[in-house]
């Protein structure tokens, strides 16, 4: 694979996406020889491109070393592409047919920042307790697809983003113990997806599905908000099913292409 983003690696411009692409397939940082070894690039070359990518915040040193890992600004920017290329009519269409097949709020939410923001949503009802609108942000450790993203991470990196979060307590239901977090993480990561039990605020219980890329890569995360009231924390499990069915179809728009296809401007 690094071979193939080598000989796309013509110009300068192909060079720096080709190193920004090998820096976050890695599950470790990498140094300047490495990048430049895969990418078979001159070191020289690779320095100055690294260089450069710094400078802009689409790199950055690992915390105490020379090696590489993704910058902030580009985990802000994929975050942002991420959520225009959910804001479609297609995907939208998605969104909407799983919301009138459950009958309550979904919304499509991506971390950016080590906060959770919501990019789409569809509401069916009447408004009732907690709901997510396209820009809102939201914790990651009380609320569904916060919990799903920090599962997903490898095992090290999950209990230093947990030992770095103001586990803030909102409601009497929130987990503010880190020991408590990850054991809730590692069963959210065996069972694929996330529950909330009135965590972010009172009256709300909530449950959310991975969207993954074809790679199986974490994209985004579809979820429902209810009112415990109308759904019980228990019955959250029913909605399962249909969430999983509608994440998949937005999975498979990601290798679609549609020259007809708008952006929405209002969600």
Known sequence: ?????AKKAAGPLDRALAIVGHVANQTKAASVAEIANALSLP????????????????LQKALGSKR?????????????????AFRTARRHAVLRAVAGEIGEQCEIGVVRDNL????????VSLPQGLQFNPGEAAPLHCT????????????RAR???CRSLALTRYTDNTIVDCEALLKLLEETRHHGWAKTNEEYVKGVVGCAVPIVSPDRELIACLGVSVPAARVSFAELERFITPLQRAAELL????????????TLEDT
């Open 43 to 58: 070191v020289p070359t690779a320095h100055r491109l690294v260089g450069n990518l710094e400078e802009r915040g689409l």
């Open 144 to 155: 569904s697809t916060g919990k799903i993203y920090m599962s997903r991470l490898p095992e």
């Open 251 to 262: 999975s498979q728009t990601i290798l679609q292409t549609d020259s007809e296809e708008e």
């Open 1 to 5: 694979m690094a071979k193939q983003e």
């Open 159 to 161: 209990e230093k983003l």
């Open 68 to 84: 590489y890992v993704v910058g902030n600004q580009l985990v802000m920017l994929s975050a942002k592409v991420i959520g225009a």
């Open 116 to 123: 959770v923001t919501y990019v789409d949503s569809v509401r």
